[in-house]
């Protein structure tokens, strides 16, 4: 990927290197094989961590790599022009620390925070359910409090991202009436009683992620792992969201400048007409449109990152990134299929997975139609 940036700090251009030898050297020879396969990559995932590669923007302090959001999704732009599911990885991880991170008193921060950080550990995000997809706040998981003072949570979290093999589980859960006030965050070990991990989703892509069903039988948690207060829980959730999208969007712009690098590479070797086709001008033009998108995409997600830095309000503008950065993965990677012709229709070639890798962009962390009602309510 060659790309100019104007990192803040000489010790971000050091890690932008790193990041991009240990994806040039650990991703890009596995994901064929692991995509193939459905196989979750935990030992590369792993790696990422050791690095400090799946706690970036999170504090030293507790063993983050406290750098700027703008950092981070460079960073994670650079995982997901590798692959995506690593990078999906990274990005879920990220969401699963921030309640702890943002909420947590002070003893969970230190009691839960450096192991969550370390790179060891994996987190897991789960807010949807069978009937509460867009409109989460009507999930109906239960979380009771028992008389000893532990949670006991029953009921059914759907597409739940390293589902199985997380250590750690965000579960958003009613513990009060109806609505998103009676909502709140839980976070459950890997392993506990009663959690009954379903069959892995047969999915369109991105199938080295797993996906899946948990069940809550009667799930018993002390209350010391309440995240915040009773009631917070959806205040969290949607906190993590707005980090997430900006994750979305760095992912779907180095999933886009994957394909760009790939037509533009195939289009000036492949001849016809006794040309390159990239002469062409039909060719030639639908190539700068596309690395121009990207661009674009770009540019929007690190503005958002930057007032997020800045200690701004940003929701709006990270949905604004997610909608138009995942919309244009969607177009940038089914341009480059056409660039390739047949040879972009079948496996020998990463462009048909990318296409079919970037329409998951467009529906995870909130749809790009909630998007459009984030960004119309603000408007209005
Ligand atoms: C591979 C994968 C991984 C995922 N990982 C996770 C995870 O780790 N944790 C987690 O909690 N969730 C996860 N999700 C769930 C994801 O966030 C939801 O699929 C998404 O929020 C949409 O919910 P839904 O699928 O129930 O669609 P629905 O909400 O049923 O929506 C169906 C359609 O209706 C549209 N729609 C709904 N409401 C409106 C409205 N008000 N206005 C206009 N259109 C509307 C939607 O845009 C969509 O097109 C994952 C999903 C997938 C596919």
Not at 221 to 246: N, T
Request: charged share 20%; hydrophobic share 40%; net charge negative.
């Amino acid at each position: 990927m060659k790309v100019q940036r104007i990192l803040p700090t000489e010790e971000a251009a050091d890690l932008l290197d790193l990041v991009r030898d240990l994806t040039e050297g650990e991703l890009a020879p596995r994901v064929a094989e692991f995509e193939a396969n459905h196989e979750f990559p935990r030992e590369v995932v792993r790696t990422l961590g050791k690095a400090g590669l799946l706690s970036l923007p999170y504090p030293e302090e507790y063993g983050g790599g406290g750098q700027p959001y703008e950092v981070y999704l460079q960073a994670l732009e650079q995982i997901a022009y590798h692959w995506l599911a690593v990078a999906e990885s990274v990005n879920v991880h990220n969401l699963a620390c921030f309640g702890t991170a943002t909420y947590g008193t002070r003893a969970q921060r230190e009691e839960l925070l450096p192991g969550m950080l370390s790179g060891e550990l994996l987190g897991a995000y789960c807010l949807s359910e069978p009937e509460a997809g867009s409109d989460a706040a009507s999930l109906s998981t239960k979380a009771v409090k028992e008389e000893d003072g532990d949670y006991r949570i029953s009921g059914t979290k759907s597409w739940v991202t390293h589902a199985g093999y997380a250590d750690f589980y965000n579960v958003f859960s009613r513990t009060g009436g109806p609505g998103a006030r009676g909502l709140s965050c839980l976070v459950v070990p890997g392993g506990t009683p009663g959690m009954v991990v379903h069959e892995r989703e047969k999915k369109l892509g991105v199938w080295s992620s797993p996906t899946a069903q948990i069940g809550f039988e009667d799930v018993r948690v002390p209350s010391g792992r309440l995240i915040g207060r009773e009631g917070k829980g959806f205040l969290i959730a949607m906190g993590a969201l707005d980090c997430g999208r900006l994750g979305i969007a760095a992912c779907a712009v180095g999933l886009a400048q994957a394909a760009v690098d790939y037509a533009v590479r195939y289009a000036k070797e492949r001849r016809q007409f006794g040309e390159k086709i990239i002469n062409f001008q039909g060719i030639g033009f639908l190539l700068a449109d596309m690395a121009t998108q990207v661009a674009a995409a770009r540019a929007l997600t690190l503005a958002a990152a930057r007032l997020k830095d800045a200690g701004l309000p940003y929701s709006l503008e990270a949905a604004k990134a997610k909608l138009f950065a995942t919309d244009m993965a969607m177009k940038v990677t089914t341009d480059a299929v056409q660039v390739l012709g047949g040879a972009g229709y079948v496996a020998d070639h990463p462009v048909e997975r990318w296409m079919r890798e970037a329409k998951l962009l467009q529906i995870v962390e909130g749809t790009n139609q909630i998007q459009r009602l984030v960004i119309s309510q603000g408007l209005a």
